[in-house]
């Protein structure tokens, strides 16, 4: 492992192949083993292969609900409602149940807002954003793509406009009256 100091902080880090020995010798004796899986999830997630990533995530948890285990399986399946909303929505109720923390809370409606909103589901998505947007503010700006960070209060209000352009005029007044009971 390479080992990194700071004044506060001691961090260890593996080496990839060493790391990929110490994998292949403990699922050698244990197919279920949740550290080596999680780890294994951990590089398929690192290299793009989502599936298989999920599928070792999964099992690990499953064998051992530790935080390591739990946060990898949060971004797995975020990143998963990214990359395509449709084939993986029924991934939603999972995520719920797994998100702890605020900055995951909002990575989850991010998510689910903008693919209901590709789905065609304003109303789906207008939930979601005011979700989003009555979580706790914060100093902080959000991810909301690989090289881009901003301002969770500004996304929010462009996504409302970009919303309600796009809807009909009956799902105007739907979004309208669900707005203004949210603000009642």
Do not use: C
Request: negative net charge; without cysteine.
């Amino acid at each position: 492992q390479v080992i990194s100091e700071g004044v506060d902080y001691l961090e260890a880090f593996y080496q990839l192949k060493p790391l990929e020995e110490q994998i292949s010798k403990a699922l050698a004796k244990n197919p279920d083993d949740a550290w080596a899986l999680a780890h294994r999830g951990e590089i398929a997630l690192d290299e793009g292969h989502l599936n298989e990533a999920l599928s070792d995530i999964r099992r690990s948890y499953k064998a051992d609900q530790d935080a390591f285990t739990r946060d990898l399986l949060v971004q797995a399946l975020t990143l998963a409602l990214e990359k395509d909303f449709k084939a993986n929505r029924d991934a939603v109720p999972e995520l719920e149940k797994l998100v702890q923390l605020d900055r995951e809370r909002a990575a989850l409606y991010r998510v689910l807002a903008t693919g209901l909103q590709k789905m065609g589901d304003r109303l789906g998505a207008l939930d979601a954003y005011i979700k989003l947007a009555t979580l706790e503010p914060t100093e902080e700006t959000d991810q909301v793509g690989p090289a881009l960070a901003v301002a969770r209060d500004r996304w929010v209000r462009a996504r409302f406009g970009s919303l309600l352009s796009e809807a009909t005029p009956e799902e105007r007044q739907k979004l309208d009256a669900a707005i203004e009971k949210q603000l009642d």
